[in-house]
């Protein structure tokens, strides 16, 4: 009798663990050049990753791509330099991207999280415009960051988690061609997914 409890306590405990794969949320982003998977921090950031889950849920980033790229090459001397690819819908999925409502802008000095190398962030105009289309840092950015010299506004861009694997495959993206920093053609995401 002692044996059937002890395998039933630790059958339940098992199960148990297999629920919570991850203590946090992970996207998978499947593009053509191989698969990037990126862990979410909704405990600091949760009002952003909060919108962005419901952007996956709703299949928003369907036959999405990356479209976008700066380097070291593709930018102004003078200019504050960045390295990331952009991607979205902004450019596949114009209609759902312009019924879009912004998100509050979660600064790095609220939620702590800085703009390092494989930092997904929301892209934006001005505070509160961000919505669906996001960026991942090749290498570190503290430009921005809070205070930082990419914005201005000195308000920085709303980092919400990190590449866990597939970092190969955002470089692999980051050498593509281009023109005038806009991927040519645009690298496909095939879908993005929660894990």
Do not use: W
């Not at 504050?80 to 312009?98: F, M, T």
């Amino acid at each position: 009798m002692r044996h059937q409890y002890l395998l039933i306590a630790t059958l339940s405990i098992l199960l148990a663990a297999c629920g919570t794969k991850y203590k946090n949320p992970h996207i998978e982003i499947q593009t053509k050049l191989g698969d990037i998977e990126v862990e979410l921090y909704p405990d600091q950031a949760p009002k952003t990753v909060h919108a962005f889950l419901s952007y996956v849920k709703a299949g928003y980033y369907n036959k999405s791509s990356f479209y976008r790229v700066l380097n070291d090459d593709n930018q102004p001397s003078n200019a504050s330099k960045a390295e990331l690819i952009q991607g979205g819908i902004y450019k596949s999925n114009p209609k759902v991207h312009d019924t879009l409502t912004g998100i509050p802008h979660e600064t790095t000095e609220q939620t702590h999280l800085q703009h390092k190398k494989g930092t997904i962030s929301l892209a934006r105009l001005a505070p509160g415009t961000a919505t669906s289309e996001f960026f991942i840092c090749i290498a570190d950015q503290p430009g921005f960051d809070f205070g930082g010299e990419n914005n201005a506004d000195k308000q920085g861009y709303a980092a919400f988690g990190k590449v866990v694997k597939g970092m190969d495959i955002v470089f692999k993206i980051y050498n593509q061609s281009e023109n005038n920093q806009s991927f040519d053609p645009p690298v496909p995401i095939y879908n993005i997914i929660q894990l």
